[in-house]
């Protein structure tokens, strides 16, 4: 019972701080934004759990938007990413988050210390998606949506660049299947690759997948990424 | 599991329920159920016409086609049905397409091919309502028969869902089942996979292998088969893997007598103990049908070197993934 209620928790926190984002991105200004995480609503270890799920995107509003993260937020944020590295056994995906968890730290914070101050970390590699499936392909670029960022150069933006046309078709096969979280993922990383079928018509697909799905806060966080990227450069 | 060996067993499954394709007393009953009489008999008849096509002289399978076809065309009483069809319907469009099903096969009855063509020159034959991808079928059908086509093919097929390249997400099972006859339409029934135009073909190169694979996943046989048809019916073939993996599902789905159920509801109700012959004529003749129809055409689409089918005029090279922009 006390696992379920604390996996709801952690669910609902997830919501709130997708929520968050939302706002902030929509608004332009995360002071405005909820305050998920230094309410004092959740608890600590919650917020940091909820800080993982949400992974790098935690910190999108100030990586599109180029304004500084608000020092509370950061602070768990911070503690996030130092509290659990992956482990040597993690999935690959686990592993990617959290680089790009460290990544983000880097774009948006003041410089590190204590345990991150150390040279960039090692970019992992890509070798598991290599000959992977179109439907694997897309699944896992959809997990690792918080790294769909213009200009973003990694080895697994390099793998979603050569196959436009596979993700493109995880795209669809996402929205066939309903499952508006992957399309919307898969639907991000599209708006960044060049040579996707212009038949997709993704941007009305995009538009379709918020009406279906988009009542869902990590939904619509991913299409307010999409419709945020193409006017971004990066710093 | 080889493709070849789903077409064989399709075929079994055809062979020993023949005589359920039978034409009935109901078959020019004037409340007549057409879906119930003429329909499957069409049907079958056109796939033996691919299969007979397809497979060499020599080959067990042309053999069995070839008895299927004159098991079929005996019960039109060598044609001479349709002449009785057209007295109760003059102006039913549908006699006309089974009989072009014949036709293709060499099965023709020149007594009713004029009396089709009277009848298909007035106005009000041409004017007949009906969905556009039925209407590029009538078309298809009067040129098969020997008729002259009441229109052309391109603004047809403009009006209809695949020729209109539509959003790929928008795929329903509707949309699926019109967009396979389009294809089967414009190339004859796979017969001259150059009829498809290049843009279609590079459309369908695109998006065939989500539709296909969430066809599968809903285990909707009938409409997969159809697609798997289609992918066998274009200029260039979809990637090996994405055939190789809608086949391996395809022939996972068999019953023990070679019959592919139409959807999963059929097997659902079959339990899972089913046993060789679970399914009911009317929920796998169909899919049945289909899946022999497209595994003919997959083997002959694939067969070393004597290719039979030659690409569509078309510039660029495939870069591997997907079709050329």
Request: glycine residues 10%.
């Amino acid at each position: 019972m006390e696992q379920s209620s604390t996996s709801a928790l952690l669910q609902g926190t997830v919501l709130d701080l997708a929520s968050d984002v939302v706002s902030a991105l929509r608004s332009g200004d995360h002071v405005r934004a909820g305050s998920t995480l230094t309410g004092g609503g959740a608890g600590e270890g919650v917020a940091r759990a909820a800080v993982r799920v949400l992974g790098a995107d935690t910190l999108l509003p100030s990586l599109l938007l180029g304004v500084p993260p608000e020092p509370g937020q950061l602070a768990v944020f911070k503690d996030a990413v130092a509290a659990h590295p992956p482990r040597a056994d993690a999935a690959p995906t686990v592993v990617w988050s959290h680089w790009a968890m460290t990544r983000a730290l880097r774009r948006t914070g003041p410089p590190l210390d204590g345990p991150l101050a150390g040279g960039p970390g090692a970019e992992p590699d890509a070798r598991w998606l290599d000959g992977a499936s179109w439907q694997f392909l897309t699944h896992q670029l959809a997990v690792l949506a918080p790294l769909a960022l213009p200009g973003e150069e990694c080895a697994v933006t390099r793998v979603a660049r050569g196959r436009p046309v596979d993700v493109a078709r995880g795209f669809v096969r996402a929205v066939r299947r309903r499952d508006w979280q992957q399309a919307a993922g898969a639907g991000r990383w599209l708006t960044l690759l060049d040579g996707v079928p212009d038949t997709l018509g993704l941007e009305a697909g995009l538009d379709f997948v918020r009406l279906m799905g988009g009542s869902d806060p990590r939904v619509a966080l991913q299409l307010e990424a999409a419709r945020l990227m193409p006017a971004v450069v990066l710093r | 599991m080889s493709v070849r060996a789903v077409e064989e067993a399709a075929l079994d499954w055809v062979w020993a329920h023949r005589d359920d394709f039978a034409l009935g007393d109901d078959a020019l009953a004037a409340d007549g159920q057409v879906n119930r009489t003429w329909k499957p008999l069409g049907e079958l008849t056109q796939v033996c016409a691919s299969v007979s096509r397809c497979t060499p002289p020599g080959d067990p399978l042309h053999t069995r086609v070839s008895e299927l076809l004159d098991f079929a065309w005996r019960q039109t009483r060598q044609g001479e049905l349709f002449l009785l069809m057209q007295s109760l319907e003059p102006f039913a469009t549908y006699p006309l397409e089974v009989y072009a099903a014949f036709a293709s096969a060499g099965l023709r009855h020149p007594g009713y091919e004029a009396s089709a063509a009277v009848v298909a020159r007035t106005r009000g034959w041409r004017l007949t309502e009906q969905y556009p991808t039925r209407r590029l079928g009538v078309l298809e059908a009067e040129r098969r028969s020997g008729l002259q086509p009441h229109g052309a093919v391109p603004p047809a097929l403009d009006r209809t869902w695949l020729g209109g390249l539509p959003e790929p997400w928008t795929f329903e099972r509707a949309a699926g089942y019109a967009l396979t006859h389009v294809v089967f339409h414009l190339t004859d029934w796979g017969r001259d996979p150059r009829g498809v135009p290049a843009d279609l073909a590079d459309y369908l190169l695109h998006w065939l292998p989500p539709w296909l694979d969430t066809c599968l996943d809903a285990r909707m046989y009938d409409l997969s088969c159809e697609l798997l048809a289609v992918a066998a019916s274009l200029p260039r073939p979809p990637e090996p893997a994405v055939l190789a993996d809608a086949w391996q599902r395809v022939a996972a789905a068999r019953s023990g007598s070679g019959a592919i159920p139409e959807e999963g509801a059929a097997q659902d109700a079959a339990g899972p103990d089913p046993g060789p012959d679970p399914y009911a004529f009317t929920d796998c003749y169909h899919s049945t049908l289909m899946a022999a129809f497209a595994a003919a055409l997959t083997t002959a689409a694939t067969a070393p070197p004597a290719a039979v089918r030659h690409a569509a005029p078309r510039t660029g090279q495939h870069a591997g993934q997907g079709a050329p922009r």
